[in-house]
């Protein structure tokens, strides 16, 4: 994604270009008919021409469902 920054709603505010990217990987598995279990993995960046604004973030998931 690209925000393209600052949309100009405050006068005299520098651009500010930033570009966040985001890989996801998720799989899914159905041991039984009724029991769902999930794992998630996210890796997310942004850079900016500001370094206060970069970052880099991984999220790592675990759920399951179960229906009766």
Not at 2 to 11: C, H, I, Q
Not at 21 to 36: E, G, I, K, T
């Amino acid at each position: 994604r690209d925000f393209g920054g600052d949309p100009g709603l405050v006068t005299g505010a520098p651009e500010q270009d930033d570009v966040t990217r985001v890989l996801r990987l998720s799989m899914s598995y159905m041991p039984l008919d009724q029991l769902n279990v999930s794992v998630s993995h996210t890796h997310s960046t942004r850079t900016s021409d500001r370094s206060s604004n970069e970052y880099a973030a991984d999220v790592t998931s675990l759920s399951a469902q179960y229906s009766f």
